[in-house]
């Protein structure tokens, strides 16, 4: 990648912090911790590797994405409007009546979102669902999905996993953004989940683990999955949950966080300012 595409992609994950931040702050309260941990991989993903048609999110071959971790969905909605999918200022509506923007991604309501997540789990099974209906199909699309650490945790996880592998599912890559924190604590102390990368081999996946805050590393890690074949591929993301913003990063509870207005100016500061570094 030459330099200006890695300070590009850099500028966007930077963008969809703050987006995510302009919308969790108009309810004075939400999920900054793992938005902020996915912001590079979504960058990544729709600014380089995606196909996707902002003015038809319905295009039966575009690529699909699906953020199990639905609670992520400021993440989700901010790089959504980036795209063009709906209007910026629709981000201010977050989990408000009658917006499109609920606390969880819904594809019944926001254009762009693939598949209706939040009951931690269950969007894995949904992705490979997706993924092997476009195999059968004989679609060139491709699915992604996103899940957290502390979501692994759920059996499901693992069975649609063993499922995906099993139908050999080279359409299919996963992200497992490993930000070392949950709702209740690090996962150490709630349930350690051993080495990520062997677990996914084991479970015949195509496996690499990469620093989720490098856009570059990241794009290197999806080049190897254009090849498709037949094993499902896993990139294990190494993020730190609530990256981009130091005093976040270092709050040790930060799944959850109220943001109020002076909160939100010295936040959103920090990032204006590395927003400015790379799109100098």
């Known amino acids: 990648m030459e330099q200006k595409e890695i300070k590009s992609l850099q500028a966007f994950a930077a963008k969809i912090r703050i987006a995510a931040l302009d919308a969790i702050h108009s309810i004075g309260q939400g999920h900054v911790g793992g938005a902020f941990s996915i912001a590079d991989v979504l960058a990544v ?153 062997k677990k996914m081999e084991a479970f015949g996946f195509d496996t690499v683990m990469v620093d989720g805050g490098d856009v570059e590393a990241i794009a290197a890690a999806l080049e190897r999955t254009r090849a498709g074949g037949e094993k499902p591929y896993a990139i294990i993301l190494d993020t730190i949950k609530g990256h981009g913003v130091k005093e976040i990063e270092e709050t040790r509870m930060n799944h959850s966080l109220p943001v109020n207005d002076e909160k939100y100016a010295r936040w959103t500061a920090e990032l204006r300012a590395n927003l400015a570094e790379w799109e100098a």
């Not at 139908?167 to 990520?196: A, C, H, S």
């Open 45 to 197: 993903l729709y600014g380089r590797e995606m196909k996707v048609n902002p003015a038809d999110p319905n295009w039966a071959d575009r690529d699909k994405l699906v953020v199990s971790k639905g609670h992520a969905g400021p993440a989700v909605y901010g790089t959504l409007a980036l795209m063009g999918f709906f209007p910026y200022e629709e981000l201010k509506t977050l989990n408000q009546g009658g917006t499109r923007l609920p606390s969880h991604c819904d594809r019944n309501k926001t254009p762009g979102v693939d598949v209706t997540t939040g009951s931690l789990g269950q969007g894995t099974s949904q992705a490979v669902g997706v993924a092997l209906g476009d195999k059968i199909k004989g679609r060139s699309s491709r699915t992604f999905l996103i899940v957290g650490d502390g979501e692994s945790e759920e059996g499901q996880c693992w069975e649609a996993f063993a499922f995906a592998s099993a139908k050999k599912l080279g359409n299919l890559v996963v992200f497992i953004d490993w930000n070392k924190r949950q709702l209740d604590g690090t996962l150490e102390e709630v349930l350690p989940m051993g080495d990520y990368v």
